[in-house]
């Protein structure tokens, strides 16, 4: 990224500029600020977001802050459906939300401990930008965001609860505490959270979550994603969903690992992203799966929240 003050300082004109962006050679991120087309269409969503960012913050006065979804995507968490098309700032003053056309600017108070700095970008910490973005998204999205924090150790679970206390009386408060209470540091995906979620949606008894699974000697079997103990199922969520797109021995030892969880006497029941929009349909698969396992003897083998040493 460049700002037309670079480019004028290195020899080229207000027409160079106008000119390369007739001839698509160059993006105008926002108003001052270009990149290379070629170099732009490489980028990922959130790579995009976080130039975005970088240059709605330098036109920022000193005490603004990204936050919410920007935060977020600074700290690297996965931002599964939130919008990416404008930069979330909070400044320290009390007023209400104004939206423009690049940026949103939120009027909450942040305090120095609520702050960090990620590449040279004052950033709100990962248990604020989480609580703001629970505040202010739907319930899934946010507990998706939580869920990826929690997993990789950007906060803990005691950090979000003081973060909530922080923030009482902000609008949005109660949805927050809401996703809050059902995120988890187990799930390891957007597949797996999205999964867990929509479980209790549709009725199913909650599952545990990544166990590892043992056979009678004492050997490894498998880590599976989600457990019915008591049922005797497993229940997998398979995010790569064409065989094809999957390398020969990829297949070769994921039906192996699922032939030894069937030789411990498990059913398995697999899903995939289209079954988790046809909810009915899921239902019915895991139901008909609680089924088939109740016909037979009860696994055998052991299974952990952790390995083994």
């Not at 732009?40 to 005490?63: F, I, N, P």
Request: aromatic share 8%; net charge positive.
């Amino acid at each position: 990224m460049f700002t037309r003050a670079e480019a004028l300082a290195a020899g080229y004109t207000d027409d160079d500029l106008r000119r390369g962006r007739a001839a698509r050679q160059i993006i105008a991120i926002r108003r001052g600020y270009y990149i290379r087309a070629d170099l732009y269409a490489k980028m990922t969503a959130t790579e995009q977001h976080s130039m975005l960012a970088r240059a709605v913050y330098q036109d920022s006065g000193a005490q603004a802050v990204l936050s919410h979804v920007s935060a977020a995507v600074l700290h690297g968490m996965d931002v599964w459906k939130l919008p990416l098309d404008k930069v979330n700032l909070t400044i320290g003053r009390s007023y209400a939300s104004k939206k423009g056309r690049r940026r949103v600017l939120h009027g909450t108070a942040v305090t120095p401990d609520e702050c960090t700095t990620v590449d040279g970008l004052r950033v709100t910490k990962p248990a604020r930008t989480i609580i703001d973005v629970a505040r202010s998204s739907p319930l899934e999205q946010s507990i998706c965001v939580g869920d990826y924090a929690l997993h990789h150790r950007l906060t803990t679970t005691a950090e979000l609860d003081a973060a909530l206390k922080s923030a009482l009386g902000r609008t949005g408060i109660g949805r927050a505490r809401r996703a809050v209470g059902l995120m988890s540091a187990q799930s390891e995906s957007i597949g797996e959270s999205r999964s867990r979620l929509l479980l209790g949606d549709i009725g199913i008894s909650p599952p545990l979550s990544n166990q590892w699974v043992y056979d009678d000697n004492g050997r490894f079997v498998a880590r599976v994603d989600f457990l019915w103990p008591e049922k005797g199922v497993v229940g997998e969520f398979d995010g790569k969903v064409k065989y094809r797109s999957r390398v020969a021995k990829e297949v070769i030892a994921e039906k192996n690992r699922e032939n030894r969880l069937i030789d411990l006497g498990w059913t398995v029941v697999r899903w995939d992203w289209d079954e988790l929009e046809a909810h009915q349909i899921l239902r019915a698969r895991i139901e008909a799966a609680f089924g088939r396992a109740a016909r037979h003897a009860a696994p055998g083998g052991a299974f952990y929240n952790n390995r083994l040493p």
